[in-house]
């Protein structure tokens, strides 16, 4: 396969035959990638970001159902990834189950530019008076939003994920490409949503829904016109397990069912393939590691139904995943503000620009994307290239380290938070003033500092762990290990709600001041900010306490005239080795 061009990781063409490295893959084949996910992102953050005023103002829903609502669909976008990432490891992979859920996507954008646009599917108003929306009209909404939920969990984990296949973890040039691949996707990504909130939003209130909801579903159909007529040139990675969940099951069921065994000290003891059988199935070879020792039982050899090592350190990876992916969970609950505290703090400060004009608060939102924009190039261009000299490690820093100074940036938001919440008290105290609609005499751009440094965070944070979550997978679950990253949003976003609840309802025990009443301007939401720090800051510790443990993949192609290609997903470039020096 070398002598003739072919990558080295097996990847095929859409027909399954053997890809040509000079004429498949890498950035030429992103291309056709990052037009759809632009416009997905404009598309989603243009929903989201002004859904709630939709319900309110277009449908007459009062407020606490139009939140409930909106909090359902975001959290069912973010979910369904889950059931996408399995179909497509499992069933049809990525290309296949990608191109279905699309079609699904933008059908859904149809129907709900339908719903905004047509007055027989919209309330009808009479001398300025507006009815309340019917059940179908409400019901056919609905509907729609629920349909782009559908293609969402299809497009979501796989996307991304696939745009990465295109590069060659075997091959040296292509490895240090592909370092690059998810700093820029996501660039991409946030244009498409800094598009959304500074563009879309103003369309929508001022020129119709219809035209708002209208431009992101014509862009999402050329971007799949685009995304189709790139089909050469894409790599598509070959399913070589039937089932990678059930193998999961497998290999847990394994060991609790070989429990009463002992495990031998020489780990070369546990049941293992030969090298040939790897190298036939053109399957890589994740090596033993010293981690979750517990499921190695399941490779006992004097057990019922033995597993292969290979399949107990796939497992394993999961695992280590898994407790990866509870770090994140605080992370998330404090972006999760973004949309909530946050805003509510901005309403009660003065936001008049100039002769009149006044700044929406939840614009600000859009200095997380802007700080992003700017930080990413300067990351991938200036931070990296200083960091691997030093460092040596093709990225710059690890994928751990990357996530750690990530987090660090969320306890500073935190703090940030707590002191320009405390300036705003001080403020109010010497004003003597606290009604609930009393304007702060205090610049809404004193929030500019937690916004910015939510953005900066980011380019660690998000990126980090959509490229942790894809390169620490097994082989054959690469979209369903993107979609760690996916549900960790959603459950933080579900998390960050309960505990807003509980520690009002703390808060107000025996007749007391709720840290998060109606009235911030008598609340104490620095208590809160200040207890979001405490979480957070523990959060970190444990983090790094795990990271120092974790094992990362370390993963071994078999090739013909016994050579072995040996990649070191993390620290290490690609080596050539036999296979006997491979371990």
Excluded at 143 to 171: C, E, H, M, R
Excluded at 198 to 204: E, N, T
Excluded at 456 to 465: E, I, K, Q, Y
């Amino acid at each position: 396969m070398e002598e003739k061009g072919y990558t080295l990781d097996g990847s095929v063409d859409l027909r399954g035959r053997p890809v040509l490295a000079s004429q498949t893959g890498r950035w030429r084949a992103c291309a056709f990638l990052v037009g759809y996910e632009a416009f997905e992102r404009m598309a989603f953050n243009g929903i989201a970001s002004n859904l709630v005023v939709y319900l309110t103002t277009q449908l007459h829903e009062d407020t606490v159902s139009s939140v409930r609502s909106v909090n359902n669909w975001s959290g069912s976008v973010w979910i369904t990834p889950i059931l996408g990432a399995y179909i497509a490891d499992t069933y049809f992979g990525r290309f296949w189950t990608f191109t279905i859920s699309a079609l699904i996507y933008v059908s859904g954008m149809v129907l709900l530019t339908m719903a905004v646009s047509l007055k027989s599917l919209r309330p009808t108003c009479t001398h300025g008076v507006c009815s309340k929306a019917t059940p179908s009209q409400i019901a056919f909404f609905f509907a729609s939003l629920y349909v782009i939920s559908i293609g969402a969990g299809g497009t979501k984990p796989n996307i991304s994920t696939f745009g990465a296949d295109q590069f060659d973890d075997f091959d040296p040039d292509e490895k240090k490409l592909k370092l690059s691949f998810f700093n820029w996707w996501m660039f991409s990504t946030f244009m498409g949503a800094l598009i959304a909130t500074l563009g879309l939003v103003y369309i929508q209130e001022n020129l119709g829904w219809g035209v708002g909801y209208g431009i992101p579903t014509g862009g999402l159909m050329v971007s799949l016109l685009i995304f189709y007529f790139g089909t050469p040139n894409y790599r598509h990675k070959v399913r070589r397990t039937e089932s990678p969940a059930k193998e999961i099951f497998k290999v847990c069921s394994t060991a609790f069912a070989n429990r009463g065994f002992e495990l031998p000290d020489d780990p070369a003891a546990l049941y293992e393939l030969e090298p040939q059988h790897y190298m036939i199935a053109g399957k890589r070879r994740v090596h033993h590691t010293s981690a979750f020792r517990f499921l190695d039982k399941a490779a006992l050899k004097e057990g019922t139904k033995a597993c292969t090592v290979n399949q107990v350190e796939e497992t394993k990876l999961v695992f280590g995943m898994s407790i990866i992916w509870l770090a994140t969970l605080i992370p998330n609950i404090i972006t999760a503000q973004v949309g909530t505290l946050f805003v509510k703090q901005g309403t009660t400060l003065r936001r008049v620009l100039g002769h009149g004009f006044q700044i929406p608060a939840a614009s600000l939102g859009s200095f997380i994307i802007i700080s992003m924009l700017l930080s990413i190039p300067i990351y991938d261009r200036y931070f990296v290239p200083f960091m691997q000299r030093r460092t040596g490690n093709p990225r710059g820093i690890t994928l751990l380290q990357r996530l750690g100074i990530g987090f660090g940036f969320q306890v500073l938001v935190t703090i940030v938070a707590s002191l320009v919440e405390l300036k705003r008290m001080h403020v109010i105290k010497s004003h003597g003033m606290n009604g609930p609609k009393d304007i702060v005499p205090m610049s809404i751009f004193w929030l500019l500092p937690q916004y910015i440094l939510l953005g900066v965070g980011d380019v660690f944070n998000a990126v980090g762990l959509l490229e942790f979550f894809y390169d620490q997978s097994p082989e054959d679950m690469q979209s369903l290990g993107t979609t760690f990253f996916t549900s960790g949003i959603g459950v933080g976003n579900f998390l960050n709600s309960l505990l807003v609840t509980v520690v009002d309802k703390l808060t107000r025990r025996g007749g007391g001041k709720s840290w998060i009443g109606n009235n911030l301007n008598d609340s104490h939401l620095d208590y809160y900010y200040g207890f979001l720090t405490a979480i957070s800051v523990i959060n970190l510790v444990v983090f790094f306490w795990v990271s120092i443990m974790y094992n990362y993949k370390k993963e071994t192609l078999e090739m013909t005239e016994g050579k072995a290609l040996c990649v070191q997903m993390e620290g290490k470039d690609v080596v050539d080795a036999p296979p006997s020096s491979l371990g």
